[in-house]
Each structure stands twice: as C-alpha cells, then as structure tokens.
C-alpha cells in the first residue's frame, strides 16, 4: 500500500532565501582564514548549514501573522496569556515564565534547587546546562545508558537513564547530596536519542522513593513523544499530544529551549507543574535576571510566535516529515557502508568519525578533519562532538580522549529539502572513497575556555 501523505513534506514553500556554492578553491581560502575551525567561517560562504537545528528553524506563515499581533506592553501583554494557553495546553503544568532562551531558564532556576557540592544526575547534560549546574557549586553527573556509547548497537531508546545505576549513586552518596534528577529529552548529547515512557515512569518512582525532585530540560520535547508512539507498543494508536502531557506529568518542573522543538529563533521557558513555593521564588529570580515574569527577556511578538510554535510542533504529520527527513539522509549514509550513530535519532545524523577515519588518532581530532574535509568537498557545514569539544584536563593540561568522535550533521526544522540531503549524503560518500589520503589537524593557538569556538589549527604534517 502506498501512503501518499507520507511520500513529500507536510508544507509547501512560500518564501525562499537564496544560497549558493562558492568554487573550491575559494572555499579553501575560507577554511584556512578560519584555522580549519568551522565556527571562525561566515554564513554567506556556507553552501547548506548543519551546524545546529537551534534557532534556525523556519516559521510557519501562522507563526509570521502572530508576530503582528505582538502586544508590547511591559506588564501582562495579551501575548503572554496566550502563550500561557498554549504552555498549559501543550505542557500541562499551572505556572510557567518566559525567558530568552534555554540558558536563560537553566541560570533562573538552578541556584534555587542547588546547594553547594550537591550532585544534579542526568541521562546526558547539555554543556549550557553542566555549567549551570557548576556554576551553582553543583556537581554534574551523566547516567545513560551503556548502550549510548556504542554507535552500532541497535536500541530504541539509547538516550534512557541506567536506573541501577542512578539508585546505587543515590544510596553511595546519600540523598541529601542530590540536588535534583533531570531528564533530557530527546538526549541531544547522546544522537538526540529517545528517552522511553518506561524509563521515565522509572526515573519518577525512584525519585519518589527518595523525596527528590525530576526536571525535564525539553527542548526537543515533541520528538522524543513522537519516537515514544513509533517504538513503545503501549503508544502506538496515542496522540502525539497526549504522550507528551503523560510524559511532562511525571515531572516536577521543566526548563525548555523554545529554539529547538518550538520552532521561534529566540525563546525559553520555565514551567513548574503545581509546586506554588518554587514559582513564586522563581518569578521574583527572573526580574533581576531575564526580565519582568510577563515577557522574561523576550518580544511580546516573540512570546506570540512561540504560542503558534509549540502547537505546530505537536502536529504528528509535521513530525513525520521532520524524522523522516533525517531517516532519508541516514539511509542514503548506510547504504553507502558510511558508519553512522544507530538507529538515527530526531535531529541530527551522527557520523562515526573513528571508524570512517581509523588512522587519525583522538589527539588529531578525526571528526574535526572530516567537518573540514565536508565543507572543502561541498560547502557543508556540521560540527564535530569529540575530544576537540572536550578539551583538556584541567590538572595535567593533557588532552582528554572522548569516547566517541562525532560529526554531527544537524538538520534545521523546516528549511532544507531532501535534494539538499542528497547532496549532503553524496559529498560524504565521496569523501569516504578517498578517506585514506584524510589526515588530522593540530591546535595552532586555542583559549583557556570554551576552545572549540575560536581556537586555530592547522594540518599535521608528517604522516
Ligand atoms: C539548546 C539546549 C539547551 C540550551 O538552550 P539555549 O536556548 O541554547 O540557551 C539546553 N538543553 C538542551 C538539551 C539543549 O538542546
């Protein structure tokens, strides 16, 4: 039987922003000017830019005519009552603020639920959130699931917490020393993998039996509901809606990027499910930090846009077009024997740079050479999750071994067809012919923090 809805996007364009190819050797000049590191490179000499899916989604014609709505009024603009309604419809908790953006959320929250040297556990802390987390005195502490370091095991939901794991550390350390269990869906830094309904059914009863708090940090919320109805048999015939009120009701509070699922370019939030006492210490935290608990640092035609956002992002034929566009890309990458994260996960396709380029060690950061080798070949850029991200040891200066390299290849929701996967997809099939003659790359000159952003390189030489 052949499902024609499900053949083509679930939209059609109306409005196009050009871009093009600059020559090879043109982009060759550009890499070196920016010391091989993708981030010193300019937009308009990115051919298809998979850097991230944050923020640079495509907003829906709804979500432009909700703009012109916008009510800017400093205190209680209609705009933020009507992104409560939706926040409450979609999320299902009573008190929500709006902040700027994710890191904005974590930085208003955190030091209310934190006390110095108490521990956060979480499946897989997103860096913004780890250095909250740190910068609060907490200590952060990843809890995955083993099978997430494992790119070729096939697992339906490799983003899941190791619940014996996490109720061992509870007991080893002494619940007075956690601060608080948060869950990432879907777990960007494991492959935006799925967290199961089973596990987080899990996670709640464990935090119960310890009195401790849960906190979703959600910013691919609706993904991670979408995965639960394709790969969890209890949700199959489940509205995309209804999985995720079940899923946030297992949760105390939540913090959410609204840059990611909720499709605005600007955007966050807090939401707390019932607990009165941390609201109201959280609405008096976000005046001096983000703003006034009514717009909290953002537009009211932002607030608008992101009301619209959050519903569209629910709409399951919307979410099929979305995964299936990163399952197009996987596919063609398998096919080619390209060794990739498995099985794909909601935002980005992970390319396992160890095993396409064996002969470069970790210290001459492989998927770096590859993110390289990506935009010399066709102007394309991802962004490299491996030891050249984690940077040194802070004692020994030593560079640290990441235990996986990874080229992520994000994809934007809503922005790029799959012609432009075909050419992502044919550019790597045609580096990985030459894969060979590919050689790592050595730090030239690199900040203290954060070096990923600016640090130069340069080829290593002697091979
Ligand atoms: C993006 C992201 C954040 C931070 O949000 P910003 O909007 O970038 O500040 C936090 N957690 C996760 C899982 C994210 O993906």
Not at 74 to 95: D, I, N, P
Not at 352 to 368: G, K, M, S
Not at 397 to 407: I, K, T, V, Y
């Amino acid at each position: 039987m052949c499902d024609y809805s499900k053949m083509a996007e679930a939209y059609k364009i109306k409005m196009v922003e050009s871009i093009s190819l600059i020559p090879k050797e043109e982009r060759e000049r550009r890499i070196v000017e920016a010391g091989y590191n993708q981030f010193a490179l300019r937009a308009e000499d990115i051919f298809i830019d998979l850097l991230t899916d944050s923020g640079t989604g495509a907003m829906s014609d709804k979500q432009w005519s909700a703009l012109m709505l916008g009510d800017e009024s400093y205190a209680g603009s209609r705009s933020f009552y009507r992104l409560e309604e939706a926040v409450k419809g979609v999320v299902g908790y009573r008190y929500f603020v709006p902040t700027h953006q994710g890191r904005g959320a974590e930085n208003v929250l955190f030091p209310l639920l934190i006390k110095e040297g108490q521990y956060v556990i979480n499946n897989m802390h997103f860096d913004t959130t780890k250095a909250h987390v740190e910068l609060k005195g907490g200590r952060a502490v990843n809890m995955v699931i083993q099978e997430a370091y494992d790119t070729q095991l096939e697992h339906p939901f490799k983003g899941n917490v190791d619940i014996e794991e996490m109720e061992r550390f509870i007991l080893e350390k002494g619940r007075e020393n956690i601060a608080f269990i948060m869950i990432t869906i879907t777990c960007n830094s494991a492959g935006g993998q799925p967290v199961s309904m089973d596990n987080i059914r899990e996670v709640r009863r464990v935090a119960d039996r310890y009195n401790l708090k849960v906190v979703f940090d959600s910013a691919r919320f609706a993904e991670n509901a979408y995965f639960i109805k394709r790969r969890e048999d209890e949700f199959k015939d489940r509205e995309i809606s209804s999985i995720i009120r079940e899923m946030f009701s297992y949760g105390d509070a939540l913090t959410m990027s609204a840059k990611k699922d909720a499709i605005v370019n600007m955007g966050g939030m807090i939401a707390i499910r019932e607990d009165e006492k941390l609201y109201t210490q959280v609405r008096a935290m976000v005046v001096p930090m983000e703003g006034f608990p009514t717009y909290g640092g953002l537009s009211g035609r932002d607030m608008d846009a992101m009301a619209v956002g959050l519903v569209e992002s629910t709409d399951e034929a919307y979410l099929s077009t979305r995964i299936g566009q990163i399952e197009y890309l996987a596919d063609k990458l398998i096919e080619a024997g390209i060794p990739i994260q498995r099985p794909v996960g909601g935002h980005a396709v992970f390319v396992d740079a160890r095993r396409f380029l064996p002969h470069v060690p970790f210290n001459q950061f492989p998927a770096q050479a590859l993110c390289v080798e990506l935009y010399r070949e066709a102007g394309v850029r991802g962004v490299e999750i491996g030891s050249f991200l984690l940077g040194r040891d802070p004692d020994s200066g030593q560079q640290l071994e990441s235990p996986l390299e990874l080229l992520r290849l994000t994809i934007p929701r809503r922005v790029y067809t799959n012609s432009h996967m075909d050419v992502v997809a044919a550019a790597l099939i045609n580096i990985y012919k030459r894969r060979q003659e590919i050689g790592g790359y050595e730090i030239v000159s690199e900040p203290e923090v954060l070096r990923h952003f600016t640090a130069r390189l340069k080829p290593v030489k002697d091979r």
